[in-house]
């Protein structure tokens, strides 16, 4: 099965939010928080910034691999 990003994004243009988060929830999580980023990032002209330790780099990479799996896994079992 393929990841259903482009399915999620059609959903997104036709204003179905409940078929955007079934089609690819964790990807929609992340551009909600793109956008809350970048929502602060305007409004209180400010950054985020990150130091990343090794620590920090590595348990960055493992959650990304883990949600990564979990998707996968999600598109694999639900959506088919």
């Known amino acids: 099965p393929t990841c259903g990003s482009t399915r999620m994004v059609m959903s997104l243009f036709r204003g ?3 078929g955007a988060m079934r089609f690819n929830p964790f990807v929609f999580a992340a ?3 793109v956008v809350i980023i970048l929502l602060v ?3 209180f002209a400010r950054r985020w910034v990150v130091c990343w330790t090794p620590a920090r780099r590595r348990f960055a990479i493992g959650t990304l691999v883990v949600l990564m799996a979990a998707s996968w896994i999600y598109q694999w ?3 088919g």
């Open 77 to 79: 079992c639900v959506v």
């Open 41 to 43: 990032r305007i409004v």
């Open 31 to 33: 551009l909600v928080g």
């Open 16 to 18: 179905d939010i409940a």
